[in-house]
């Protein structure tokens, strides 16, 4: 399984970017895929998930309304769409997968939950 992010930059505040994770190796027709930015000497923290079988979506409180996750089944993609950025989501951008998830509706919110990971894409939000 391997995980690749790309789409990471210098981006103005306010400004829009989008990340993008290209997954192969497996099928994740059950899975849960995430978003989890590392600020420099803070833990992994959970932004966005979403159930493949269900297409739902969870975010933290943080990024909601400015964050959108989703899935490109045809490219085997993971997205993620940042508006209005605020230097404070400055980080590594890794993606990570859970491949499967229970029946039980929850947000997988915790990295410790995941098992594959991309190596990360830098987003830097500064004027």
């Known amino acids: 399984v391997q995980l690749v992010e790309s789409g990471g930059g210098l981006v103005q505040p306010g400004g829009p970017l989008s990340l993008s994770c290209a997954t192969s190796?497996?099928?994740?027709?059950?899975?849960?895929m995430a978003w989890f930015p590392q600020a420099p000497g803070k833990e992994r923290e959970f932004v966005a998930t979403m159930r493949v079988t269900s297409g739902t979506t969870y975010y933290a409180d943080s990024v909601k309304g400015r964050f959108t996750i989703s899935r490109d089944n045809a490219k085997n993609t993971v997205n993620l769409q940042m508006n209005s950025l605020k230097p404070e989501d400055t980080a590594v951008y890794f993606c990570?997968?859970?491949?499967?998830?229970?029946?039980?509706?929850?947000?997988?919110?915790?990295?410790?939950?995941?098992?594959?990971w991309g190596q990360g894409t830098q987003v830097t939000v500064s004027p």
């Open positions: 190796g497996g099928t994740f027709s059950r899975a849960a």
């Open positions: 990570a997968v859970r491949p499967f998830v229970l029946k039980d509706g929850r947000a997988y919110i915790d990295p410790t939950e995941y098992t594959y």
